[in-house]
């Protein structure tokens, strides 16, 4: 079964710096999903990466995957107050219609 | 839009009970997937429901079960309580028109807590 992992586990940074997490699968990522979960709410879409070598920006966030599609990376410029909160990402299982999840990094932003 | 509500938002129970979830998708969504978090399992499938149809399921006990309306709103039942089932139960509903992947979006979640 496909297994996503998440590194790091937790962060924390100055606000104003940038930061990188990053998620590796156990097999190719046919569809690969960034999202963000304030403490026990639900998640919010953030971006759907499925293309080796596809880059996609929302405003400070920006997310890549590489070419051999079993790496993603999650990049924040600049980053806010706001930013704070736990990123999952999450990919199709291959012929199953059902996300797994990495176990999440736990971001936190010093003012 | 609304967005996918989920009802109710807390639960306290007590082992040996059960529950029933309800899980209402964003209008024109016919998938409707349920997922278990809990701090040291993380994220977990549980199932997902198409047209009314189980299509696919996690690795959960048969104490789960699901199932999904006419009108695409969903429940969520969990039989026999036990104390592990402390979580916050997720839906999340895609649009699955077309082929390819979907991103799907989630509710705030009920947050089920036995004792």
């Known amino acids: ?111 | 839009k609304a967005g996918v509500t989920q009802t109710p938002r807390y639960l306290i129970k007590t082992r040996g009970q059960q529950v029933t979830l309800s899980c209402s998708p964003i209008s024109g969504h016919r998938s409707v997937s349920w997922y278990q978090q809990t701090p040291g399992q993380g994220l977990q499938f549980l199932f997902e429901y198409f047209s009314e149809t189980q299509r696919n399921k996690g690795n959960f006990p048969g104490r789960f079960s699901g199932r999904q309306f006419s009108n695409s709103r969903s429940e969520m039942n969990v039989s026999t309580l036990e104390l592990g089932d402390s979580a916050l139960y997720l839906c999340a509903s895609r649009n699955l028109a077309g082929s390819g992947h979907n991103e799907q979006f989630f509710g705030p979640g009920t947050r089920l807590t036995v004792l």
Not at chain 1, 32 to 56: C, D, P, S, T
Request: with cysteine; charged share 20%; net charge positive.
């Open chain 1, 1 to 111: 079964s496909q297994e996503l992992e998440q590194s790091p586990q937790s962060l924390i940074v100055q606000e104003g710096k940038n930061l990188t997490i990053n998620c590796t699968s156990s097999k190719t990522l046919y569809g690969l999903y960034w999202y963000k979960q304030k403490y026990g709410e639900g998640l919010i879409f953030l971006m759907m990466l499925q293309k080796g070598g596809e880059e996609k920006s929302h405003e400070k966030i920006t997310a890549k995957l590489d070419e051999k599609k079993q790496q993603s990376s999650l990049h924040i410029t600049a980053s806010q107050p706001s930013h704070a909160g736990i990123y999952l990402c999450g990919a199709d299982s291959q012929g199953a219609q059902k996300l797994v999840f990495g176990q999440g990094t736990r971001l936190t932003i010093n003012p």
